[in-house]
C-alpha cells in the first residue's frame, strides 16, 4: 500500500533582504496511514518549514519551494491549482498551530470558528455543523462544550484554547494531522493532556499524525517513527524505540543525552551540546552538524553524508557514525 | 462519541481568576459598550446627538412654521414666545430653520460617511491584502490625491461641478442634476466630499489590514481551506473594526464643518434651503442689528461638532482600552 504521504527531496529557499536562506534542503520522507511521525530539532532546524510545506501554508514570498515532490494521497501536491489545494487544506489535512493565544479569532466565537471549515468543507447546514462541533469539543475534553461554543477565545484558558484548535483542525475528519509544537505554549501537565488525547482521537479514526516538537522525550510513547532534522537536513530517521536504543547520529545521541527526567540526580550537571544552531544563511554544503560535533572528520563540513539505511527503516546520515552498533548511550 | 472522557482524561477546568476577569459570553462590542457607558461626556454627547436626530426627523411636528415661509408682517425679530429664536429678514422661524438644517447636516454627514467607507474600506483591505504591485499602484495613487488640501479640492470640484449640473438637462449628469435640485444642491457636495475623504479611511484600513493579514489566526483560517473573501471579509475586517468606527466618528463633525464651509460660501445648499452655513452667511450681514441670526445656527454647529468630537473620544478610549483609561 502506498503511504499516505510521500515527501522527496523537498528544498524551501527564503529570498529577504539579508540574502537567501535554505531553509530546507534535499528532506524526504514517508508517512503511512494512520501512523504518526515525529519532527524533532531545535529552533531553526527547518521542522516547521518542512511540514508547512505540505498544505501549502508557506508565506510566498519570501518562502519558494525549490524542488522536490510531495505526494499526498498520490497525488502531486505542487500540481494542484490553488482551489484543489485549498479543498486539501481543512478538509484533508488539518494543521494545529503553536501558540493557540494567536491562532484564534479573538473577536469571534470559538463555535462560529469551529463550524466554519465544514461548513464550507462538509456542506453542512448550521443545526448540523454546530451538532458536530459540540460532539468535536466534548471529545477534546472541554467541559459543557454547549455553552463554550458562545465563548469567545479570551474566556478560555490556554490548554483550552488549543484544544479548540486541535477540535478545529479534526472537524472535517482529515486523513492528515500536522501539528507544530503544539504543546509548547502550555505548561507540562496540559502538555501530558494534550498528547493522550490527540494519541487516543487519532488511533481511534487510523488518522495519520505529524508531530512537530524540540522535545524528543514528548516522542517516546507516541511516535510510531522519528525524525531528527538539523539545519534544513535528515540527520537521523528510525522507529521510535530503535531511536531511543541505538541512536547512531553524534546529534541524536546529544540529544538523547541531553534530556532530563525524574532519574536525573539532584546535584548532577545537566548536559548540554556545545555551541549553538547554525545562524540563516550560514549552512555548510557539507553537514550543518559539523561545527559542533566532536567526532568529525575532514570531509564532514565539506560533504553533506548521504542519508543511508543502516538496519531496519533506521536511516543514518553520517561519515563517522561514532555510536553504531554499540551499546545504547547516554542517560 | 464521547470515549475519550470514558478513557479517564481529567476534563480541564478554568481557573477561577479567568472567571472573575472576563463576563460570560461577553463579545468584543458589549464590552467597549460597557466601557463607553462609564464616559459622561461620550453619553451627554450621543444623548445630545439623539435628541438632534430625533428634533430634525421630526421638525414638521414641532413647529408650526415652514423653514421658507416668509411672514413680512414679523421680519427681524428678536426671540419671543411665538419665535423662540426669533425671525430673519424674511420673517421665517430662526429655530424652525435650524431643526431642517440638523437634518441637512446629519444626512450629509451619515450618508457621506457611508459612501466614504464603500469607496475605502475595499480598496483599503484589497490593497493591502493582495500587496505587491497593485498595492504600489493603489497607494501612489491615493499619495497624488492626498496632496491636494481636502476642503481646497472639494471647493474646486463644485466650481466645476455646480455649473456642470446646472446646465446639464438629459443622460447621466441630467439624472445626477435632477436629484441634485431634489436635495437642495447637497448631491454635488456628497459626491466632491466622497471624492476625496476616502483616501483617510483607505489608509487607516490598509494599515491595519498589513498587520493583520500577518496574524497567526489568518494563517489557521487559511489552514481550514478558507477562501481569500472569506478570510478577508470574516477574519480581517472584523479585527480592522475598531479604529475605522472611530474614523468614521471624527469623519461625520470634518464633513458636516465642510458642508457648513462651503454653503457659507455659496458652493454647496442652495437657497432657500436651511443649511447651517447658508443661515450663518446670511447672518453675517446682520451681526450688529440682530446678532442672534448669526449665534443661532453657529451654536447649533458648534455643540454638535463638539458632541461628536466628545463621542468619537470616547469611542476610541472604550475599543482600545490599552490606550489610554480616561477614567
Redo the contacts between chains.
Sequence with gaps: MTPLLQVEDLSVRFTTHQGVNDAVKGVSFEVGHGEVLGIVGESASGKSVTAMSIPDLLPTPPAEIIGGRILFDERDVRKMSSLERRQLRGREIGVVFQDPMTALNSVRRVGVQLMEGMRYHLDLDRTEAHRRAVDLLEQVGIPSPAERMKAYPHELSGGMRQRVMIASALACSPKLLIADEPTTALDVTVQAQIVDMVRSITADRDMSVIWITHDLSLLSDFADRTLVMYGGRVMEEAPTATLFRHAEHPYTAGLLASIVDTDTRRDQQLVSIPGTPPIHGAALDGCPFSPRCSYGVEKCPSVHPPLERVGDGHKVACWVRPFASKAPNGG | ?????E?G???????PM?AVA?H?????ARAAWQRLRRNRSAMLSLGFLAVLAFAAIAAPLLTPFTYDGTDFGAIAQSPSSSHWLGTDALGRDVLTRILYGARISLSLAVVGQIVILLIGVPIGLISAYFGGRFDLFVQRGIDVLYAFPPLLFVIVAMTYLRPTLDDADSGFLGVVASIDDLTGGLTGVLLAMALILWLTVARLVRGQVLSLKE???V?????????HL?IMR??IL??AFAPVIVATTFGIPAAIMMEAGLSFLGLGAQPPTPSWGIMIAEGVAYIRSDPYLLIAPGVALGATLLAFNFLGDGLRDAMDPYVYDSS
Design positions: 462519541m464521547s470515549d475519550v472522557i478513557s482524561l481529567p476534563a480541564e477546568q478554568s481557573s479567568e472576563f460570560d459570553g461577553q463579545g468584543p496574524e497567526e489566526f494563517l489557521a483560517a487559511n489552514a481550514t481551506g478558507a477562501s472569506r470574516r477574519h472584523p479585527n
